[in-house]
């Protein structure tokens, strides 16, 4: 079965014992196979219409929020594009139609014009592109 764009795998709907991966499909997923998290194979079985309400999910050093694109290495693949919306602290690899992807198939946000969207709070810019802001 392929994936369709917004599908939610989430880990946690047979393994809750995981990290808690959840990503949610943003485009292609027609060579779909698997995605391989915590020694656990993550399949079209895992697909929840929506995020499976529960703590503990464990997130990894990049955090949430950044998308593992298919496209960036391999481009004549079906193009799958999924953004990791929560956990994912044992994911080792994703199979599609392509080779595996990894961590290193991650869009750059700076390709998506998202400013400053991958570092840590305190870490981001809080002047601003223009300097300082407020009243003086």
């Known amino acids: ?56 999910r464990k997130m990894s050093g990049k955090g949430v929020g950044f998308i593992i694109d298919e496209k960036k290495g391999h481009p004549t693949s079906c193009g ?22 990894t961590l290193a198939d991650e869009k750059e946000f700076s390709d998506l014009g998202v400013r400053n969207a991958r570092k840590p709070v305190q870490e981001r810019d809080p002047e601003g592109p223009g300097g300082p802001t407020g009243h003086t």
Not at 29 to 53: N, T
Not at 87 to 98: D, M
């Open 1 to 56: 079965m392929a994936l369709k764009k917004g599908d939610i795998i989430d880990e946690y709907k047979r393994f809750p014992d995981s990290c808690g991966l959840v990503v949610k499909v943003m485009a292609g997923g027609e060579g779909f196979r698997k995605i391989v998290c915590c020694g656990h194979e993550l399949s079209e079985e895992d697909i929840v219409p929506e995020r499976i309400k529960q703590s503990g």
């Open 80 to 101: 799958l594009r999924l953004m990791i919306l929560d956990g994912g602290q044992g994911l080792q690899h994703i199979e599609c139609c392509g080779p595996p992807l």
